[in-house]
């Protein structure tokens, strides 16, 4: 196999594994439900696209000449870059988009047990000061040092 043949190989290869990828987002974004869904179906979008551009340029490197194979070389090179940073840019939307709805459940389970405890506390406040006395007198007892 000559040189060329190698690269187109291994772009088929990288193209290949983006469209697996990007199918692979777009299965999870049909059922995404955020405020934040269409910023990232619109990057989904420019992934695709971008996708599409490498698939073009590909074609055309398969049937060049060598005389303008660099240039088309050149050209995918740049598109794989665009490629590999839009989705970078997706992936990252994606993940702080799940963090901050995993920090607004853990705020909101926080809070909810918080409440619970509290109106716990307002119910029994004789039983909840004798339990606080009692573990600060075994914690104290424990952690005083041996005679």
């Given amino acids: 196999m000559t040189d060329k043949e190698n690269y187109i190989n291994a772009i088929e290869e990288n193209l290949k594994n983006y469209k697996h990828k990007v199918s692979q987002l777009e299965k999870l974004l ?10 990232l179906l619109s990057e989904s979008h420019g992934l695709k696209e971008a996708l599409k551009k490498g698939e073009e340029l590909l074609k055309k490197l398969k049937f060049s000449s ?37 920090k607004t459940e853990i ?13 716990y506390i307002k119910q029994h406040p004789l039983l909840t000061t004798t339990c606080a006395l009692g573990i600060g007198f075994l914690i104290g007892t424990l952690c005083r040092p041996g005679k």
């Fill in 107 to 119: 705020t909101d389970f926080g809070c909810e047990h918080m409440d619970k405890l509290e109106g």
């Fill in 66 to 102: 060598e005389e303008n194979y660099e240039e088309l070389q050149n050209s995918l090179t740049k598109a794989f870059d665009t490629l590999q940073a839009n989705f970078r840019d997706l992936l990252n939307s994606f993940t702080m988009e799940k963090i901050l709805q995993t």
């Fill in 30 to 39: 049909a059922n995404y439900q955020s405020a934040d869904r269409d910023h």
